[in-house]
């Protein structure tokens, strides 16, 4: 049995299906809202008319699974209350509103994600949206095109906050992103952040940096009018879109008794199970390793979900599969800019207890002379004296950002900046400099490392 | 001194003045040609009108050596002999035609490479160019822009004839390609290479295979008239490009007894030293070692050459550097279609002893439903039973190629399929699919390679 019919369910029920067939293993899957496997992070690309219709981003629907894969998925059904030792969830079809107990053998939980909602006054009311599922991005959209809305405050300047406000700010609507910390995209360094808080005014959207949203103001009518700020500011708002991330949705199985770590994730191991016999968990609601800090951390990222739901369901399968840890990749494009990190930033390098020294290298996507050549700012962070590699980011233009999966390749072996410079890159003037960007910058921390390794003994 | 002007060299040159000052150390650098520092590797763009003008390519000026660095640097200065037993060269002086002994302490020989001259007859003739040096581009281009020439014959199908050939095409020339394998990419796979057999005849190039070329006929003004081939054809041409790639140029360092290699370069240590007291080598006249097949290879690439210059530099400098070797990375475009190989082929994993599993992967550089997704195949050949990753080969369209690094990275650090497919690349729809195409294809050698353990087993 799956719960939750998203990225890291389906990818697990497939997965099982390829090695046990249906006389051997029933599957069913129950998924509470109305699609299945959909994109999610496409849906700002959707909002903004960038992408579409809908139905682009749904990569299968529940018939496909249902008669190409013998997996029994029933959509608007969900899982109110799991029962581990009798081997029954309770389960609520939506349709019909009547509940009914189902038994099972094995289990996987992927309840992903549920968005932050700060408990501020007026966060309820009508015009307060979020983005995270298929349904919020059409309930949105119908907003926006209503008419009725000219001004957008989006709550949250990370990931999903500045691509939805991309995407409303595209579509005429005057948009307005409200952030706490002093540079947007706050998992970025304050010197890489303050790049993008400048494309982004640059781009004619407002940015309101140090500030908290306090409370939602409503009319007469219920529907949003303003957001007021700690700092004493009023902004004017028709709409409002929480894009402050999201956090594991883990009530169902924290009620159930199956262990949340601290970070508030299920708890699993490297085969995605979760201590309790015959459970497994994959996707969102799960917590995992980061391969540099050591620390438990939970990742809400579709390719992450799909890997753990594929390691979950191999091993259902009898087969042997493990899912070996994050060290935080990510990457994003906000209008032309592109912006990508990898490992740890120097706060959480420092909150891991490395000593560290820092590098920049400013150099071409292309070489200099090639037509299209794009600026690019590689950003590494290396350990003290062993020169391994920590962190890096990277902000430019077209072609950028992509080069971030080297680096988060070099991390993962744990390789030293002098390492990567000795990588064999590919080098042709339509694709980098004769010193590829990524090199420069190992070239530049390497000096770094030596500069602060010969100060230390001088 | 430095024996040559070009990236070996003068980065050899910049990398020893950075540690040891003019008093300490002086810098003379000889170039037999009029040009230091130039991109060889865009000589083709410059002529297809893509880049330019010339000094463009051109990274420094011998003036900015000589201003801003202290380093002497000669042009049109041709070393014709060392004397290793005196410490002394002769060196010609092209403007005024006389030699003189110039002595040295230590020695630097950057003497880079020539270009592959097959010994048929008509080689030698008027209308018979290469493409190796900005020399070599002026006279191709005064050819091309003299109104003479309708028809191009471009004999090799590597990297640099189909980039040469794309040139002459773009400016509207009847072009035609030759080359003796069955396919043209010769350190491609042959299914790889098929694919880029379709796009250059797509574009419009004659493509003519499996045939070597055994004359090049002249008229009565000893201009060229045909190329003929070993199967009896005859391609007519106004202009014959030699694109057959550039073997190192070693004639001086041999003659010095300066040892060479089986691979036909100068055999170097890791910090680039020739095992002659006092001399280093550096750039497309030096073997290294391939980091996979322990072989030793001559790589003519200018990202390596400057990595080797700034190692045997800062060396010379009474610093410690090392070059650890390549892996045969490498990429070019060919009109809309980017190809990239790090690693091994097939042909060359057979000949290094490995058995070995491959795999394909057909995906797309960006999510499916996002603009501006391009198909991109991704194959990989894996170790039989270890799953170590042996080779990666990419042909796509844009933003395609550039992925070969990761390969590449991973291949650096031994890896298997299995552990590649766990790394953390990062992910958003503008960038790639939920699973990266070096994920998908990692996947898919994973189950090759374990689908022949099963084999094996059972």
Redesign the interface.
């Known amino acids: 049995m799956v719960v939750g019919g998203d ?1 890291g369910g389906m990818s697990a029920a497939s997965q099982a299906r390829r090695r046990r067939g249906p006389d051997d293993l029933q599957i069913v899957a129950f998924e509470r809202g109305s699609y299945t496997s959909y ?1 999610a ?2 849906i700002p ?1 959707w909002i903004g008319d ?2 579409g219709p809908r139905d ?2 749904i990569a299968r629907r529940p018939e496909v699974f249902r008669d190409r894969f013998n997996i029994d998925v029933r959509v608007r059904h969900e899982v109110e209350e799991i029962d581990l030792a009798a081997r029954r969830v309770v389960v609520r079809d939506g349709a019909s509103g009547q509940r009914r107990a189902e038994p099972f053998d094995a289990m996987v939980v992927a309840t992903g994600s549920v968005p932050v909602r700060p408990p501020i006054p007026g966060i309820e009311a009508a015009g307060v949206h979020g983005v995270q599922t298929l349904g919020d991005g059409e309930a949105l959209r119908a907003e926006l095109d209503s008419g009725r809305v000219r001004r957008v405050v989006v709550i949250g300047g990370g ?1 999903i906050g500045l691509e939805i406000a991309e995407a409303t700010h595209r579509r005429g609507f005057e948009t307005t992103v409200l952030d706490m910390s002093p540079t947007p995209l706050g998992t970025f360094d304050p010197d890489v952040g303050s790049f993008v808080a400048d494309a982004i005014r640059d781009m004619g959207i407002d940015l309101v940096l140090s500030e908290a949203a306090t409370a939602i103001e409503t009319l007469a009518d219920g529907r949003v009018c303003c957001v007021h700020t700690a700092g004493g500011r009023e902004l004017p708002a028709d709409l409002v879109i929480l894009g402050l991330g999201v956090r594991p949705d883990v009530a169902l199985a924290h009620h159930a008794g199956i262990p949340l770590g601290s970070s508030g994730g299920i708890v699993v191991d490297r085969r995605m199970r979760t201590g309790v016999e015959g459970v497994w968990a994959a996707g969102d609601c799960v917590e995992s390793i980061h391969r540099l800090s050591g620390a438990r951390v939970v990742v809400a ?4 979900a ?2 753990q739901g594929r390691v979950a369901g191999i091993n259902i399968g009898g087969g042997y599969a ?12 906000i209008c032309d800019l ?1 912006v ?1 990190r ?1 490992g740890l930033s120097e706060k959480e390098a420092r909150a891991s207890g490395y000593e560290y020294v820092t590098a920049f290298a400013d150099s071409t996507t292309r ?5 299209g050549a794009a600026p690019i700012r590689v950003k590494m962070t290396a350990e003290r004296r062993s020169g391994r590699l920590l962190g890096a980011q990277i902000v430019g233009r077209e ?1 950028a ?6 680096c ?3 991390i ?2 744990e ?1 030293t900046v002098e ?1 990567v ?12 400099p ?3 960007p ?1 090199l420069v910058a190992a070239r530049r921390a390497d000096d770094a490392v030596q500069d602060d390794l010969a100060a230390a003994a001088g």
Chains 1, 2 share one sequence.
């Open positions: 990225a994109s992070c496409g690309y960038v992408v682009r981003l990931y990222l579709g390719t992450h799909n890997k493990t899912f070996p840890g994050v060290i935080g990749t990510a990457v994003t494009k592109e990508a990898t070489a200099g002379y090639f037509p072609d950002a992509k080069r971030i999966d080297v988060a390749t070099a993962w072996n390789m390492e410079l000795g990588l064999d890159l590919s080098y042709a003037p339509p694709f980098s004769v010193w590829d990524v």
